[in-house]
């Protein structure tokens, strides 16, 4: 038995992490990276120590954001510290632990999440609840050459839209955007080549149906920064 967050972390949570723990234990961790302002997706502002979402951003997702930070937002939200709580950072990659009540979703629990129709008892291949490729009006990805407008509805572009649009098309479960916006890191790591990498699933607003289907699972870099 386990839950899953209805929607994506987004810049207004990371921003009351890193406002929560200060700016030593900010710039210890790497909790904040430059990108989350002057990268083009990034929606946050630092301003004399302070963080705060940009105007208009504050429901995106937030992006830039490594592995070993997710699970340290984890240890916060559990014990109020980064250092302990749901993961031992004492061995890498971090183990979670018993009795860890917020945690990043295995491989496994993220598919059911996202794929697993308990009323039929059956999988479907996308996380809309259709085994059919899902229309732009649908979720957040590259269908063709063409992005989804919703994305393209800012100006200038934002590329991501907020974490709870498309809560029409949810999971069976009623998570919303398991496919598309931007890529989810699993709790699993593998080696791919021998190539310590991390686990991520669901695709991005630039990448095609293909990261959405069940069948996918992409490696990213260990502890790299995705989007």
Same mark, same amino acid.
């Given at each position: 038995?386990?839950?899953?967050?209805?929607?994506?972390?987004t810049n207004a949570?990371?921003?009351?992490?890193?406002?929560?723990?200060?700016?030593?234990?900010?710039?210890?961790?790497?909790?904040?990276? !430059?990108?989350?302002?002057?990268?083009?997706?990034?929606?946050?502002?630092?301003?004399?120590?302070?963080?705060?979402?940009?105007?208009?951003?504050? !429901?995106?997702?937030?992006?830039?954001?490594?592995?070993?930070?997710?699970?340290?937002?984890?240890?916060? /939200? +559990?014990?109020?510290?980064?250092?302990?709580?749901?993961?031992?950072?004492?061995?890498?990659?971090? +183990?979670?632990?018993?009795?860890?009540?917020?945690?990043?979703?295995t491989d496994d629990?993220?598919? !059911?999440?996202?794929?697993?129709?308990?009323?039929?008892?059956?999988?479907?291949?996308?996380?809309?609840?259709?085994?059919?490729?899902?229309? +732009?009006?649908?979720?957040?990805?590259?269908?063709?050459?063409?992005?989804?407008?919703?994305? /393209?509805?800012?100006?200038?572009?934002?590329?991501?839209?907020?974490?709870?649009?498309?809560?029409?098309?949810?999971?069976?479960?009623?998570?919303? +955007?398991?496919?598309?916006?931007?890529?989810?890191? /699993?709790?699993? &790591?593998?080696?791919?080549?021998?190539?310590?990498?991390?686990? /991520?699933?669901?695709?991005?607003?630039?990448? &095609?149906? &293909?990261?959405?289907?069940?069948?996918?699972?992409?490696?990213? !870099?260990?502890?790299?920064?995705?989007?």
């Amino acid at each position: 038995v386990y839950e899953m967050a209805r929607c994506a972390l987004t810049n207004a949570e990371w921003c009351d992490l890193l406002n929560a723990v200060g700016e030593a234990v900010v710039l210890r961790h790497t909790l904040y990276h !430059k990108d989350m302002t002057s990268g083009i997706l990034g929606g946050i502002d630092h301003v004399d120590g302070a963080y705060m979402p940009k105007t208009g951003w504050g !429901k995106k997702p937030v992006v830039y954001v490594n592995y070993t930070s997710l699970l340290r937002y984890c240890n916060w /939200l +559990q014990s109020g510290e980064t250092e302990h709580g749901a993961y031992d950072f004492s061995t890498m990659p971090p +183990q979670r632990l018993s009795g860890a009540r917020y945690f990043l979703p295995t491989d496994d629990e993220w598919y !059911k999440a996202a794929y697993y129709d308990p009323q039929g008892n059956r999988y479907y291949r996308y996380p809309t609840q259709s085994d059919e490729i899902p229309s +732009q009006g649908q979720a957040n990805f590259e269908r063709g050459d063409v992005f989804a407008p919703l994305a /393209l509805a800012d100006v200038p572009p934002t590329y991501l839209v907020d974490v709870d649009a498309y809560a029409e098309t949810p999971s069976p479960w009623g998570v919303v +955007q398991m496919g598309g916006n931007c890529w989810e890191y /699993l709790e699993d &790591t593998w080696c791919p080549g021998g190539i310590l990498s991390n686990k /991520l699933r669901g695709g991005s607003f630039g990448y &095609t149906e &293909t990261g959405l289907a069940a069948t996918n699972t992409d490696a990213g !870099k260990y502890d790299g920064r995705c989007y």
